[in-house]
């Protein structure tokens, strides 16, 4: 089983749409949590990260469920402009990132 | 204007033919990171250092080098590259926040071919 999954997708959704994505990780001890935003083979980017409580930055919403294990990324309003590789990132020691293998949205106008 | 920096961005090479990959942050992070993404996998660790000459393997180091000499500078050696490590390298910088690592930074990507 992988650490960190995800549903590779791709979701296609319409201009306006409300998506939601889950990532899953295995191992409990995990202590921080991210979404990344990466367009076709360019640098990840920092998208948000996950706090226990949730949080919010426009549009997007971070959710961390540590009792099932998996982060959720909600995007409201959907733009064309949102369409893109989503990774999910854990880091479940001090140093080691693991990344999930993505999940693609396309945004359909 | 913080940032990480790549060179070469792409590179063709053959089988044997030892390269080093340079990375360079101007943020000073204490901690920098190597990954490799390949369809399917994702990004995956190759090595990451957490300060001046403190380095440690990652996921897939099999075939890579690595030095910390500067705080700002994290090259990645391929002493004899073979053709599965044609990929898509990328370098990683973050600092420190109480104990853990925080936010990665990364620069934008080598293209890497070995024939």
């Known amino acids: 089983r992988k650490e960190v999954e995800q549903d590779p997708g791709p979701f296609n959704v319409p201009e306006g749409a409300t998506v939601a994505f889950n990532c899953t990780y295995s191992?409990?001890?995990?202590?921080?949590f991210f979404w990344y935003r990466q367009d076709c083979r360019k640098e990840p980017k920092l998208l948000m990260s996950v706090y226990s409580s949730g949080n919010e930055d426009g549009r997007f919403t971070a959710q961390l469920n540590r009792a099932s294990q998996y982060i959720s990324l909600l995007i409201r309003d959907s733009k064309l402009s949102d369409s893109a590789t989503y990774l999910c990132v854990v880091i479940h020691r001090l140093y080691k990132y693991i990344f999930g293998t993505g999940t693609r949205l396309k945004v359909l106008a | 204007e913080a940032q990480v920096t790549q060179n070469p961005r792409y590179l063709i090479t053959v089988t044997g033919k030892k390269l080093t990959v340079t990375c360079s942050q101007n943020?000073?992070?204490?901690?920098m990171s190597w990954y490799r993404q390949d369809p399917g996998l994702g990004l995956r660790q190759i090595y990451y250092s957490m300060n001046v000459e403190v380095t440690d393997k990652g996921d897939v180091p099999e075939g890579y080098k690595v030095s910390r000499k500067e705080k700002r500078n994290f090259p990645l050696i391929l002493e004899s590259p073979s053709p599965n490590q044609t990929s898509l390298y990328f370098c990683?910088?973050?600092?420190?926040?109480?104990?853990?690592?925080?936010?990665?930074?990364f620069g934008p990507g080598t293209r890497l071919t070995v024939l």
């Open positions: 990683a910088s973050s600092p420190w926040r109480g104990l853990a690592a925080d936010t990665q930074y």
């Open positions: 943020m000073n992070h204490e901690y």
């Open positions: 191992n409990s001890a995990s202590q921080s």
